[in-house]
Structure formats: structure tokens, C-alpha cells
């Protein structure tokens, strides 16, 4: 399986929307400024561990449910290649 820049933060951005949630509040419950999220969500800055643990938590996810996703995205990626 291959890395896939912005696979993470499509997930977390359509994780976000499909709760209902703005980034500005999701940021928040996360603990992170709404720009950094912004970033991630648009690809243009990858989360490090810690921050998808935040975001997973935010999210009411454990954190491997979260890389799971990401994971599933990946392998969309892959099987269309």
C-alpha cells in the first residue's frame, strides 16, 4: 500500500461534515488552532500521530479507527491505479 498525500485529511474533513461539525468547532475540540485543521483537511499539511489522536478523540473514535479509514483510502488510491 502506498502513502497517499491528503488521504488523511479527506477522511477527517468527510468524518467532520457527516457529524455536523464546522471545522471551527471540531478544531477546538481537538485542541488545535481551525487553520492548522484547515491544512490538514486540504492536503496541504499531513497530521502527525498525535494530532490524529486528538482529532480521532474529537471525532468519537478511538485513533485506530481513524487510521483505519485512512488506510481505506489508501486502497481506494491503490485499486485505481
Known sequence: MEFVEG???????NLRVRKGLTQEV???LAGMARSHL?????????PNFETLCR???A???????LVLQIEEEFAKYDSSR
Open 7 to 13: 488521504s488523511a485529511g479527506k477522511v477527517i474533513r
Open 26 to 28: 471540531l478544531s477546538g
Open 38 to 46: 484547515a491544512m490538514i483537511e486540504s492536503g496541504a499539511k499531513a
Open 55 to 57: 482529532l480521532a478523540s
Open 59 to 65: 471525532l468519537g473514535l478511538p485513533p485506530h479507527a
